[in-house]
């Protein structure tokens, strides 16, 4: 999982928590920089309204989240590690809610990285269902939704035909002959030949005219405009449209059958709007606690950049 695709999903509350752990001083510092780099492992990189996170913190939430291909491109932004800092110690925080809210790690055992994710995730758990209305409530509200958005719940007409498909040149230079061919076809069919025996024989639609021209039901926006068009406009089964000339050639179609559109009943979507309404205020809510703790949340950016500096130079080296 590259970095930024890491940032979208700590900001998405996916329960990416890590754990305060400390770091030992790189093999390769030499010991007369044992001092120094532990005093900068110290050094307070983002301050959140609970606690301090320390460069050697945020180092050992690189350590375990970014994966080691993409940590040069990492360190080399400060966008991408201030937005890190900033969520971990965002996150942190409401871990750190979540123990003082009474809420336990369903296992007891669990320690460090295991243990901030659990509450984590427990306490935007408990967050989402606070908000949520009673069940009356909510189907008051999905009936709202049910008048206010009657598109939102409408199964679009469909129809099932089958075709004959010509095709034309690239250039149009037969395309009179194709358009006349069609129309004799066209007499062919209302003085009664078999449409099927027609399609296969005639219809450049392969994978269609083996089923003697029949293609699958469609509703709108999934054919061409032209061919989409001719086919609603065929109202009985059996009628057949005029040819119709599309970026493919010129079509004749057959209607067999046509299924109207219909506004699904209330009760039969109810179960969804519930859902749909649930979900979309557990988000809100989410987003709303995440927004606040991240906005509280204080960066030393001098402190970040020689992290970052130090970091560079050896990945330089």
């Known amino acids: 999982m590259s970095w930024n695709r890491l940032l979208r999903h700590m900001g998405a509350h996916v329960g990416l928590i890590v754990s305060a752990l400390a770091m030992l001083a790189p093999s390769s510092v030499l010991a007369a920089d044992a001092a120094p780099a532990a005093d900068a492992e110290h050094a307070v990189v983002a301050t959140g309204s609970t606690g301090d996170v320390t460069a050697a913190q945020l180092e050992a939430a690189v350590e375990a989240l970014v994966p080691p291909k993409d940590r040069a491109m990492f360190w080399g932004s400060k966008d991408a590690v201030e937005r890190f800092a900033r969520s971990l110690a965002a996150q942190q925080v409401l871990a750190a809610?979540?123990?003082?809210?009474?809420?336990?790690?369903?296992?007891?055992a669990a320690t460090g990285l295991q243990r901030q994710q659990a509450l984590f995730k427990a306490f935007m758990e408990q967050q989402g269902q606070a908000v949520m209305p009673d069940a009356a409530a909510l189907d008051r509200y999905a009936q709202s939704e049910y008048l206010?958005?009657?598109?939102?719940?409408?199964?679009?007409?469909?129809?099932?035909?089958?075709?004959?498909?010509?095709?034309?040149?690239?250039?149009?230079s037969d395309d009179a002959e194709v358009k006349a061919r069609a129309g004799k076809l066209l007499?062919?069919?209302?003085?009664?030949?078999?449409?099927?025996?027609?399609?296969?024989?005639?219809?450049?639609?392969?994978?269609?005219?083996?089923?003697?021209?029949?293609?699958?039901?469609?509703?709108?926006?999934?054919?061409v405009k032209e061919?989409?068009?001719a086919a609603f406009a065929l109202k009985r089964p059996g009628e057949l449209s005029e040819p119709v000339k599309s970026q493919f050639g010129?079509?004749?179609?057959?209607?067999?059958?046509?299924?109207?559109?219909?506004k699904l009943?209330?009760?039969?979507?109810?179960?969804?709007?519930?859902?749909?309404?649930r979900a979309r205020m557990d988000a809100q809510e989410r987003g709303r606690l995440w927004a606040e703790e991240q906005a509280q949340v204080k960066i030393d950016g001098a402190a970040l950049e020689a992290l970052m500096h130090r970091h560079i130079t050896t990945f330089n080296r």
Not at 98 to 108: C, N, S, T, V
Not at 151 to 164: G, L, N, Q, S, Y
Not at 250 to 262: M, N, Q, S, T, V
Request: proline share 10%; charged share 30%; hydrophobic share 40%.
């Open 227 to 229: 061919f989409e068009t």
């Open 187 to 223: 007499a062919e069919l209302r003085g009664g030949a078999d449409f099927a025996a027609l399609a296969k024989a005639q219809s450049i639609d392969k994978g269609s005219a083996q089923r003697g021209g029949e293609l699958p039901r469609f509703g709108p926006g999934k054919m």
């Open 250 to 262: 010129y079509h004749i179609i057959e209607l067999l059958d046509a299924k109207p559109a219909r």
């Open 97 to 108: 809610r979540a123990e003082r809210a009474g809420i336990k790690p369903p296992d007891p």
């Open 148 to 172: 206010a958005h009657p598109e939102r719940f409408t199964e679009p007409a469909e129809v099932h035909v089958r075709h004959i498909l010509l095709a034309v040149n690239k250039d149009g």
């Open 265 to 277: 009943p209330f009760e039969e979507v109810l179960p969804a709007i519930r859902e749909q309404v």
